[in-house]
């Protein structure tokens, strides 16, 4: 089983839907949540983190953690065709080490 | 300000050559990584430096594979005896807190070929 499991897609979503991308872990112990982005032949790039369980909102984003089903969101609203891209989710797993998702292929059509 | 860069963008080579990639990371930053991305893989975690020393090494997946970083700053990723396998996308990441590994800045990776 992998420490971190996500559904890579492909998502296809109208402009300005609400989207959800989904992420679960296996071990209760982990604590920090990430979601980078990472646009075609580019490097990731961190949307946001999260400590233990609990929402965090950043303009158009929300992360939310439950760490009772050990599942990982992160919500999109009135999304445009700037945010296609493919979202990882992450987490730290042991000291330095983040363990990533496979990543969620998502466009949004105009 | 710069971001991290990473050199050459794209390196394709002959199967049993060896390969060096370069990190050049943001201006500061105590830590730096090294991942592979592969194709239905996701990032794979290869090794962790706090300035230069590496005390997490462990996702290196073969005694093929090395890395130094000097001076704080620099980092070069080796890779011995290349194979088939190794072909991927090697993303360099650094950070300006080594207690604050969720916080990481990647560069655009080197695209790697073997042949």
């Known amino acids: 089983q992998k420490e971190v499991e996500q559904d890579p897609g492909p998502l296809s979503v109208p402009e300005g839907a609400i989207v959800s991308l989904n992420c679960t872990y296996s071990n209760s112990a982990f604590q920090y949540f990430m979601w980078y982005r990472q646009y075609s032949r580019k490097g990731p790039e961190l949307l946001m983190y999260t400590y233990s369980s609990g929402n965090k909102e950043d303009g158009r984003f929300t992360a939310q953690v439950d760490k009772s089903s050990k599942y990982i969101s992160l919500f999109i609203r009135d999304s445009q065709p700037s945010d296609s891209a493919t979202y990882l989710c992450?987490?730290?797993?042991?000291?330095?080490?983040?363990?990533f998702g496979e990543g969620t292929q998502l466009t949004v059509n105009p | 300000g710069a971001g991290v860069s990473q050199s050459p963008s794209n390196k394709v080579t002959e199967k049993g050559k060896d390969v060096e990639l370069r990190c050049d990371p943001i201006?500061?930053?105590?830590?730096l990584y090294w991942y592979r991305q592969s194709l239905g893989q996701g990032l794979e975690f290869l090794i962790y430096f706090q300035g230069n020393s590496a005390p997490d090494k462990s996702g290196l997946p073969s005694d093929r594979f090395s890395a130094e970083r000097t001076g704080g700053s620099v980092s070069t990723l080796t890779i011995q005896r290349t194979q088939q396998e190794d072909s991927a996308v090697y993303l360099c990441a650094s950070s300006p807190y080594f207690s604050k590994h969720y916080e990481q800045y990647f560069g655009p990776g080197t695209r790697l070929t073997v042949t």
């Open positions: 992450a987490t730290q797993t042991s000291g330095s080490r983040l363990t």
């Open positions: 201006s500061g930053h105590t830590a």
